[in-house]
């Protein structure tokens, strides 16, 4: 997104900033998974964390390709999250690849 800077976001597309925190969300309903993105993301911020991965899973072809792969990036952009993240991208292979995605965490105000 426009809130974080090009150089900010290559480094995170290639993996450079670390995530601090991971959630795994794989084998979970969607409202499950929803529920706990919405909390990790909270305290991920809460606790001063800069960068976060949040492992989908790839889903299966036969389940729709991905319920969770295809619900994280659109709950990511709700009003209700979007504030508190800076931007958020694909991790690479060694992190779930394209079931997993890095998350840039917004610093809270203090």
Known sequence: GADVDSRTMARLRRGRIRPEARLDLHGMTQTEAHGELAGFIARAQNDGRRCVLVVTGKG???EGGGVLRNGVPKWLNTPALRPR??????????????????????????
């Open 85 to 110: 993240i800076m931007g958020f991208c694909t991790a690479q292979q060694r992190d779930g690849g394209d079931g997993a995605i890095y998350v840039l965490i917004r610093r809270a105000r203090r």
């Open 60 to 62: 299966r072809i036969s």
